[in-house]
């Protein structure tokens, strides 16, 4: 069977995944702000069959390449490495959220395949290792820092599904009214709280609204995922042409 280069479909693949992962997390990130942790499973669950589905072609072909790469070079190293643990990520992320389990743990696996991706990213481009060493570098980079901070982000993700009282200190904007004494026992038993807006009129409902480091540790993510997607367009439309023109 001859050898086929896949470094072409490989790096499509991290396009559609960028794609992927910025949608879903900014869907995310707005059912957070709506106070609607229903809506932010579905969309997690919904999320893990794409994603899982590139998850086992990244692992397959990752796995595939480290083995079988006849070719002298570095791409078997320096792609199939990264390319595997991005793989093995998707998979661990796509079980999580498919099964609603905390997803930090995935984010902390995350966090290390990113550091490495960081750090192959760095020394490819140091040792001048392929012909487009700016594009390469910019393509580890935004993957390895959204991998990065997918671990703060998924931490803030877990305490809004899993912590339900740590949702109360999201809320900003209109008050609680204090809880008022039973009159007729002459007790402190808790009543009814209701919202209270300005004056006496009728109650206003509270604005739901993130914190400042919870929308920073939430928006992190699909701001370093977006620009690794524009790298990985730029890398692919300079990769096809002579893929297509060298293919065997």
Same mark, same amino acid.
Request: glycine share 10%.
């Given at each position: 069977?001859?050898?086929?280069?896949?470094?072409?479909?490989?790096?499509?693949?991290?396009?559609?995944?960028?794609?992927?992962?910025?949608?879903?997390?900014?869907?995310?990130?707005?059912?957070?702000?709506?106070?609607?942790?229903?809506?932010?499973?579905?969309?997690?669950?919904?999320?893990?069959?794409?994603?899982?589905?590139?998850?086992?072609?990244?692992?397959?072909?990752?796995?595939?390449?480290?083995?079988?790469?006849?070719?002298?070079?570095?791409?078997?190293?320096?792609?199939?490495?990264?390319?595997?643990?991005?793989?093995?990520?998707?998979?661990?992320?796509?079980?999580?959220?498919?099964?609603?389990?905390?997803?930090?743990?995935?984010?902390?696996?995350?966090?290390?395949?990113?550091?490495?991706?960081?750090?192959?990213?760095?020394?490819?481009?140091?040792?001048?290792?392929?012909?487009?060493?700016?594009?390469?570098?910019?393509?580890?980079?935004?993957?390895?820092?959204?991998?990065?901070?997918?671990?703060?982000?998924?931490?803030?993700?877990?305490?809004?599904?899993?912590?339900?009282?740590?949702?109360?200190?999201?809320?900003? $904007? %209109?008050?609680?009214? &204090? /809880?008022?004494?039973? @009159?007729?026992?002459?007790? *402190?038993? #808790?009543?009814?709280? =209701?919202?209270? $807006? %300005?004056?006496?009129? &009728? /109650?206003?409902?509270? @604005?739901?609204?993130?914190? *400042?480091? #919870?929308?920073?540790? =939430?928006?992190?993510?699909?701001?370093?995922?977006?620009?690794?997607?524009?790298?990985?367009?730029?890398?692919?439309?300079?990769?096809?042409?002579?893929?297509?023109?060298?293919?065997?």
């Amino acid at each position: 069977m001859a050898f086929t280069d896949v470094l072409a479909f490989e790096i499509a693949t991290l396009l559609l995944v960028a794609v992927t992962l910025t949608y879903v997390s900014l869907i995310g990130y707005f059912a957070m702000r709506r106070n609607d942790p229903e809506g932010l499973l579905h969309s997690l669950k919904s999320a893990a069959v794409p994603i899982g589905g590139l998850g086992f072609v990244a692992v397959f072909l990752g796995f595939w390449g480290e083995v079988v790469w006849p070719l002298p070079g570095s791409y078997n190293i320096l792609f199939s490495d990264v390319y595997l643990l991005f793989g093995l990520v998707l998979v661990a992320l796509a079980f999580v959220a498919y099964h609603g389990l905390r997803l930090q743990y995935a984010g902390l696996f995350a966090l290390g395949a990113g550091a490495v991706t960081v750090v192959y990213g760095y020394s490819g481009y140091h040792l001048n290792l392929t012909k487009e060493p700016l594009e390469m570098l910019l393509l580890y980079s935004g993957f390895g820092l959204a991998a990065i901070a997918a671990l703060p982000a998924t931490i803030a993700v877990d305490r809004f599904l899993h912590h339900p009282t740590a949702r109360s200190t999201f809320w900003t $904007g %209109a008050a609680s009214a &204090p /809880a008022e004494r039973s @009159r007729g026992l002459g007790s *402190r038993a #808790v009543q009814r709280l =209701a919202p209270v $807006g %300005a004056g006496d009129g &009728p /109650a206003t409902s509270a @604005r739901f609204a993130l914190p *400042r480091y #919870v929308s920073a540790m =939430a928006l992190a993510f699909p701001v370093f995922m977006f620009l690794a997607g524009i790298a990985a367009a730029v890398f692919l439309g300079s990769t096809v042409p002579s893929h297509l023109q060298s293919a065997p």
